[in-house]
């Protein structure tokens, strides 16, 4: 029989703040797609899905209509990679397992987190690394996870209730405080959040005061983007983003002291980490 084989390549922005250059690949060869999806950060993640042979789009088994396949191929991509007014395909795709998790590890590391640790997951967005970091300090430990929008709180609630994860607490905050309590934590996440800061001196003292003394908190961020977005009302320091130095200069000059410096994060040029500690008074 025929085979005929059929590479498609989609170039779409993705995330918040968006990310460019996600490349789509399919392969479709005798009535089986391919589908992996490749970040210049993330791990290629495949997934095989099997097509239903359908006389609507193939003319007989394994030999297609090339607009057709496009078609459908074009279609299973969008709906695979969660884009709005997607379409859908009957699929045979295995659940992929949370795009946190292996980061997670990594943070978990970098915060010294251990069962009964205390930590606040600040602009916890959907909640994804909340929910890791629950099951890392286990029931005995906390989670706060903080947002200033009150519709997002009540989804992290609702989505922690249904996990039954009592140890994790939703927390409204906005641009002035990050609604943190004194003395509340050992540790502080702050991903992909800090460039977003109207007032970064306020929120760097309520920071301050959230962490117990020795308290670590690690900062992942984004250098200046030019092409993305721009965040009204927030210190213009050449783009989306902030560069490593001045985040540096920044939290040194509010007394953390600064105790690891990561040029990239998880692969990513633009991205970098930093681990601060609170002095001991």
Known sequence: RSRRVLHVHLLYPSGDPPRPFIRTSLRYSRGTVAFAEQTRTDRIRTRVMALRRNRSVCRRPYRCSNHSVIIVLAVLALGACGLPGAGTATTAAAPAAPAAVEETERIAALLELVAGSRVADVGAGDGDFSLELAARVGPGGRVYSTEVKQDLVDKIEARMKR???????????????????????????????????????KMRSDLMQALLPGGLI????????????????????????????????????????????????????????????????
């Open 163 to 201: 996990q039954g994860l009592e140890q994790v607490r939703a927390i409204l905050g906005d641009q002035d405080q990050i609604g943190l309590t004194e003395g509340c934590c050992d540790a502080v996440l702050v991903r992909l959040v800090y460039h977003h800061f109207v007032r970064p001196e």
């Open 218 to 281: 690690l900062i992942i961020d984004i250098v200046p983007q030019e092409n993305w977005r721009e965040l009204p009302g927030v210190p213009d320091r050449g783009g989306h983003g902030i560069p490593v130095s001045d985040l540096v200069a920044e939290m040194v000059g509010a007394g953390f002291e600064l105790v690891e410096q990561q040029a990239s994060w998880n692969g990513d040029e633009d991205r970098f980490a930093t681990v601060f500690r609170r002095g001991e008074s």
